[in-house]
């Protein structure tokens, strides 16, 4: 049921089950660790075990129990509660974060939780959770990331957004008008073009999405690494820009990191480029940086923290 105990650098570690059967908040929180606090997720999933109306009885053999020892098991039953971790996290979370998670838990058909000792039932279990039909509220507005038409199941839905969440949007350049932006770049691919995943990803990926202007796969020869030229206008600084993946569905979904929201730091001379990372600052409407970590060649240096006016792209 749990990890065995076991010794890193000098510690003694147990499972972490034991006092947070839902780590959906620990998971967040060493994120904002690693990415400082304005990290942001393209999808947050948290699996659980099946819950029921009342929870689980207490094992058979718990009358066998020494009083210690019963007390201890008492505390660990208190915390294995997943959905109750899910209702503080939806409840504390902002929407940045909360609208970026997905909770996929069977309902029981019994009104209790099965005892942890009920391995005769962990074959129904797999069975119901093989047909249960997931679903939740859908975002909904600009910065939704599904748009359009979706009739598909929570797990086909997620599926996608996990496909989506592999291409990215490298900036090129900036050109500011009079009353609006002139904006280049490529959308690029995290899988390394060496990989087999990426054949088989581009293989469902049908076009993408550009402010609504549509964008067909380039042709791709040999093992070279996916990168489609793409520029649009905008002029509201503050309204959502879309860069949407097509799977061969009705919907689209958003790639990682959209969508966003064109800020600029400094303001340049009508007509005039702007150069990129000394001038411009990109921010999502989550108040982060655009900037991608994948480097595929010197002209695509990715600049150093230092070199750029804001945080660097968080890897959530």
């Known amino acids: 049921m749990f990890f065995k105990p076991t010794t890193h650098a000098g510690n003694e570690c147990r499972d972490g089950g034991l006092k947070e059967n839902n780590p959906l908040q620990l998971a967040v929180n060493e994120c904002k660790n690693i990415w400082r606090d304005d990290v942001e997720f393209d999808v947050i999933i948290s699996v659980g075990s099946g819950h029921a109306k009342t929870p ?3 094992p058979a053999s718990w009358n066998l129990l020494p009083s210690w020892l019963t007390d201890l098991f008492n505390t660990l039953i208190s915390t294995m509660d997943g959905e109750e971790a899910w209702r503080r996290f939806t409840q504390d979370q902002e929407p940045r974060i909360r609208d970026r998670a997905s909770r996929m838990n069977v309902r029981f058909d019994s009104d209790q939780e099965p005892a942890l000792d009920e391995f005769k039932k962990v ?15 859908r975002v909904e507005g600009a910065f939704a990331p599904i748009a359009g038409g979706c009739e598909s199941s929570l797990l086909d ?21 009079k009353n609006s932006y002139s904006v280049t770049g490529w959308i690029g691919c995290q899988i390394e073009p060496e990989e087999t995943a990426l054949p088989a990803l581009l293989q469902c990926t049908t076009g993408f999405q550009v402010k609504g202007r549509h964008y067909s796969l380039p042709t791709r020869t ?4 996916f990168r489609l030229p793409v ?17 061969g569905m009705a919907h689209s979904v958003t790639i990682g990191g959209f969508p966003l929201t064109l800020k600029v730091s400094v303001v340049a001379q009508p007509r005039s480029t702007v ?20 480097n595929l060649g010197k002209d695509d240096r990715v600049p150093s923290p230092s070199e750029v006016d804001g945080p660097a ?3 959530g």
């Open 56 to 58: 689980q009885r207490k």
């Open 123 to 137: 074959n129904s279990m797999e069975r119901l959770a093989e047909t249960f039909p997931f679903h939740e509220r």
């Open 157 to 177: 839905q997620l599926a996608d957004r996990l496909r989506a969440s592999m291409y990215f949007f490298q900036l090129g350049s900036i050109t500011k008008f």
């Open 222 to 225: 040999g093992d070279s690494a």
């Open 231 to 247: 520029d649009f206008n905008q002029q509201d600084i503050d309204a959502a820009i879309r860069i949407d993946v097509n799977f």
């Open 275 to 294: 150069s990129l990372y000394r001038r411009l600052r990109l921010r999502t409407h989550r108040s982060q940086a655009l900037l991608t970590y994948w």
């Open 313 to 315: 792209m968080g890897a």
